[in-house]
């Protein structure tokens, strides 16, 4: 059975018989004021260059709505069809509706636990998106034990987990079938970071309906000093609590 590529920043996909789809591919571009300039120099440049913009998370420093105003400008009049999913510094403040309101206005197309299907010269691309969430990887996993504190965690990422899960069966019938998330699905993504924070980065429990349905690509970011490339292996399955 054949695995699935996982990217830590962007790639283009691998062919499709009888269709090519250019993607641009970004995470971790924490707007701000700071950087409205360059910001909105990048998505001019590249947009009309590619068929798709996807971006991976981490879209402001701090989560505020005003930073999201500068993503949101860049991106108005855009001719390319832009996706995102929301990060953890998206999140900071706690204003993530209102952040994804103003994305929203600037015709972004948010995909945090959700699904969307663009259509490239006929061909119809789904894109299943979440934002992920932490649990380590195998010699150290997040055991959905102990303190209710602790077990909420592991339920908030069984969470992302089945919207992924979901996501991908309303993609099913798309002849390219794209992930987009914020937090690593695999630890093959995360060399270069220390080990120690990896837990932190993501999960082995995100990988599982990768495997299950095996997208042609999957995106994710956080990682700033990880790995281009990665597999998600498709003999994968979900792994036991410790205790």
């Known amino acids: 059975m054949p695995r ?3 990217d830590a920043s962007g790639t283009p996909p691998p062919d499709t018989p009888g269709a090519k789809v250019k993607i641009a591919a970004a995470g971790d571009i924490h707007c701000s004021e700071s950087n409205r300039e ?16 996807l971006l991976a998370g981490d879209l402001t420093t701090h989560g505020e709505p005003e930073q999201a105003a ?5 991106c108005r009049d855009l ?3 832009v996706v995102s999913v929301l990060g953890n510094h998206d999140w900071h403040v706690n204003r993530a509706g209102e952040l ?5 206005e600037a015709g972004i197309t948010m995909i945090d636990r959700k699904s969307t299907i663009k259509s490239v010269d006929g061909c119809d691309v789904g894109i299943a998106g979440i934002k992920g969430f ?12 102990g303190e209710p504190s602790l077990r909420a965690i592991y339920a908030e990422t069984g969470e992302e987990v089945h919207a992924l899960d979901e996501g991908l069966q309303e993609i099913a019938t798309c002849p390219m079938r794209i992930v987009l998330m914020h937090y690593a699905p695999t ?3 995360l060399e270069g970071e220390p080990q ?7 999960t082995d429990r995100l990988a599982q309906p990768i495997a299950e349905h095996r997208p042609d690509l999957v995106l994710h970011g956080h990682a700033h000093a990880g790995t281009f490339q990665g597999e998600v292996a498709a003999a994968a399955r979900p792994t036991s609590p410790i205790h």
């Open 4 to 6: 699935s590529r996982v």
């Open 38 to 53: 360059e910001t909105a120099r990048a998505f001019a440049e590249i947009d009309g260059t590619v068929d798709l913009i």
């Open 70 to 74: 500068v993503l949101a400008d860049a």
């Open 79 to 81: 001719e390319t069809p």
């Open 100 to 104: 994804v309101a103003v994305l929203e």
């Open 134 to 145: 932490v649990g380590g990887f195998p010699g150290c996993n997040m055991p959905d034990f």
């Open 187 to 189: 630890h093959e993504t």
């Open 196 to 202: 120690g924070i990896w837990a932190f980065l993501g």
